[in-house]
Nanobody, 126 residues
């Protein structure tokens, strides 16, 4: 399984970005995918999750500005980010897990117990 993020860049406050995560090496049957972020000196933070049925869950503080989506035809996970703030600056990571035990509780929360992670893409809001 390989996850490759892209789309991170320098953006002004109030701007928008769409991050992409190209996935390969598996099919989308019964899996869970997510976006996390980590700023320097801070703990990793869950943003949103989506399961292979398209059900989603978000961190309460981000659900009004961020949208997770999955294009199965393109094997790509997206994160649309709007109204960006300086505090959104961080490395953004996508994650995936193929276990049935993770899939059935995928949208129950934002635990970071995912089996596969991308290398991250940097978002800077300034």
């Amino acid at each position: 399984v390989q996850l490759v993020e892209s789309g991170g860049e320098l953006v002004q406050p109030g701007g928008s970005l769409r991050l992409s995560c190209a996935a390969s090496g598996y099919t989308y049957n019964r899996n869970c995918m997510a976006w996390f972020r980590q700023a320097p000196g801070k703990a990793r933070e869950g943003i949103a999750v989506i399961d292979s049925d398209g059900d989603t869950a978000y961190a309460e503080s981000m659900k009004d500005r961020f949208t997770i989506s999955l294009d199965k035809a393109k094997n790509t996970l997206y994160l649309q980010m709007n109204s960006l703030k300086a505090e959104d600056s961080a490395m953004y990571y996508c994650a995936a897990d193929l276990r049935w035990s993770k899939w059935i509780r995928c949208t129950a929360g934002l635990a970071d117990d995912f089996g596969y992670w991308g290398q991250g893409t940097q978002v800077t809001v300034s």
